[in-house]
């Protein structure tokens, strides 16, 4: 049974009277370290993700994650062209054109940690243009008590030059695990599932489907049109 993470940070949110406290940096750090471990595992099959945002996170009836929708995914050893994932996760080279790879996704992490701990994306705005304008100009606001390691990971991650941004550098995984923000996280625990989780859904067993929301995907016939009020009628007719 899985339960997507919207519905955990909402849960987070309402449990927290700050900003942020002790307890729930500590859930956030491990679910950020599972999302590195999820990256870590795909690009050792050179396989890059391009659309890593809470909607495609789910829970599982233990309480881990599980990456789903993998409609742009894509093996690549080299560089790719495609504009393609969500704009408020998506790096600066996706949208300029000038071609990318796995660095794309250390950058949709960066902005998955910065909303973990905000509750919103570093770039976001309801217009798509003024998002892309806000992700090349790179200008990201911290409020004042946000975590210092934190702030610290996400500029690395957020680093517009790909060649400086972490996860792609000489240490590779390592400038990420290895981060102070990760102090403490015991990733070959957490990878095995051995790691307590902070939360875990409210289900009886694997197949508890009581959490689903159930929608009748049975399409319905479009109701009929009167042919005098068809405004294609009559250029159907002319065709």
Same mark, same amino acid.
């Given at each position: 049974?899985?339960?997507?993470?919207?519905?955990?940070?909402?849960?987070?949110?309402?449990?927290?009277?700050?900003?942020?406290?002790?307890?729930?940096?500590?859930?956030?750090?491990?679910?950020?370290?599972?999302?590195?471990?999820?990256?870590?595992?795909?690009?050792?099959?050179?396989?890059?993700?391009? +659309?890593?945002?809470?909607?495609?996170?789910?829970?599982?009836?233990?309480?881990?994650?599980?990456?789903? +929708?993998?409609?742009?995914?894509?093996?690549?050893?080299?560089?790719?062209?495609?504009?393609?994932?969500?704009?408020?996760?998506?790096?600066?080279?996706?949208?300029?054109?000038?071609?990318?790879?796995?660095?794309?996704?250390?950058?949709?992490?960066?902005?998955?940690?910065?909303?973990?701990?905000?509750?919103?994306?570093?770039?976001?705005?309801?217009?798509?243009?003024?998002?892309?304008?806000?992700?090349?100009?790179?200008?990201?606001?911290?409020?004042?008590?946000?975590?210092?390691?934190?702030?610290?990971?996400?500029?690395?991650?957020?680093?517009?030059?790909?060649?400086?941004?972490?996860?792609?550098?000489?240490?590779?995984?390592?400038?990420?695990?290895?981060?102070?923000?990760?102090?403490?996280?015991?990733?070959?625990?957490?990878?095995?599932?051995?790691?307590?989780?902070?939360?875990?859904?409210?289900?009886?067993?694997?197949?508890?489907?009581?959490?689903?929301?159930?929608?009748?995907?049975?399409?319905?016939?479009?109701?009929?049109?009167?042919?005098?009020?068809?405004?294609?009628?009559?250029?159907?007719?002319?065709?």
């Amino acid at each position: 049974m899985l339960i997507t993470l919207k519905m955990k940070l909402n849960y987070l949110k309402i449990k927290q009277s700050k900003l942020i406290n002790n307890i729930i940096f500590s859930n956030y750090r491990f679910y950020a370290g599972q999302l590195v471990i999820i990256l870590e595992f795909l690009h050792t099959k050179n396989i890059i993700y391009r +659309d890593l945002h809470p909607e495609n996170l789910l829970f599982d009836h233990k309480g881990y994650f599980r990456l789903i +929708d993998f409609g742009f995914a894509k093996v690549c050893t080299g560089k790719t062209y495609t504009l393609c994932g969500t704009p408020e996760y998506m790096a600066p080279e996706i949208f300029l054109n000038k071609g990318y790879g796995k660095p794309v996704d250390w950058w949709a992490f960066g902005c998955m940690l910065y909303e973990m701990l905000v509750g919103i994306t570093p770039f976001f705005d309801n217009d798509p243009i003024l998002i892309f304008k806000k992700v090349l100009k790179g200008d990201i606001k911290f409020p004042s008590n946000f975590p210092i390691a934190a702030k610290s990971l996400i500029l690395h991650c957020l680093e517009k030059d790909q060649g400086k941004r972490y996860g792609c550098l000489t240490k590779g995984i390592q400038d990420i695990k290895g981060h102070r923000f990760f102090n403490g996280l015991d990733f070959n625990s957490l990878s095995k599932q051995k790691l307590k989780v902070p939360y875990v859904p409210p289900i009886d067993n694997a197949d508890d489907m009581k959490l689903l929301k159930i929608i009748n995907e049975d399409e319905e016939d479009a109701e009929e049109v009167d042919p005098a009020k068809d405004p294609f009628d009559e250029w159907i007719r002319k065709k």
